[in-house]
């Protein structure tokens, strides 16, 4: 049986809802070829990462560096009205890449850069520092529960984060804490893995899903190990499903903005 086959047989209705519910919020592996995922390991409410695997992700990231681009060009056009000394929160910044595109391109901006993962957190400040805008930014190690509470931002991003909460409710609450955290009518820039898991549609994505990371150097063994954890650990749900949690959680109705294979993105605005 070929991988896709071996993947296809582990997602038959019914049973995707059920892995779901018995899954742990930020899974045990969990990676996507952009930058900015909180890519962690949760044991026993600890966070796993070590310095080895952190700094060895951007690298192995550069071959996909055009699809994190397209992003970041349609991102920056979107939040490209924002005050001219705007505050913009960072949730699970991972290694820094949006942060310190959006630093280079808004030069009066502050940040707030939220992760969980000590190494992770730690090559995020230290692009910063390269780059030579560490006076523009804040580094919280942690989660939004225990961020100190200060003005509000005037956007959030969040990308390739919220689909590691496996329960529905929790992703909601998530959403709604980066909400409590905007002023009204502020931001949110949210992308994730999204598609309706039981279609034709994604089958075929998947097929060019693992070429795209084989041909960009992923081994075979990872690339089996990021799909297998979809609709497991990863909640990988369809993006009218997605947008609607996100509308739930304090947002006006999600716009669409980006695709790239199983990644899509929204723009949305607090309440």
Known sequence: ???LNLLHSSFLPGKTGARLRESKVFPSYAI???SGVLNLTNVNDKIVFDEARASSYDKRNDNLAPTRDALFLLMRTVLGDLP???RVLCVGVGTGAELIDLAQHFPNWHFTAVDPAAAMLDICRKHAEECGFTSRCTFHEGY???LPQGEPYDAATCLLVSHFFAQRDERSKFFNQIAQRLRPDGYL???DLSCDMNSHAYRSILEIWVRMLTTAGFPMEDVEKFCASYGRETAVLPPQE????IESSGFNSPVQFYQNLLIRAWYSRRQ
């Open 84 to 86: 001219e000394s705007a």
């Open 32 to 34: 996507i070829p952009v």
């Open 144 to 146: 939004l529960d225990s």
């Open 242 to 245: 997605v947008e609607a949690i």
């Open 189 to 191: 820039i949210s992308s």
């Open 1 to 3: 049986m070929d991988i």
